[in-house]
């Protein structure tokens, strides 16, 4: 596993909307299935990074940091 996340893709008239089952409010659309999709990884890698920033920065100062690898 490496960062792998759901999409669940529908089609509404034109337009292809997707969001992702692990990211609350990761949303993309496009009016092709590409395009949404490239909508949706960057809602995805946008709200993880800001996420990783605000927990970081809630931090105590005598907290340490450790790097995790999944998969």
Known sequence: ?????????????????AYCAEVPGANGQGASRE???NNLREAIA???EHR???SLRALPPEAKQELVVVG
């Open 52 to 54: 990783r920033e605000e």
């Open 46 to 48: 946008m709200i993880l």
């Open 1 to 17: 596993m490496r960062n792998e996340f759901t999409a669940i893709v529908e089609q509404d008239g034109p337009w292809h909307i």
């Open 35 to 37: 395009e949404c999709l």
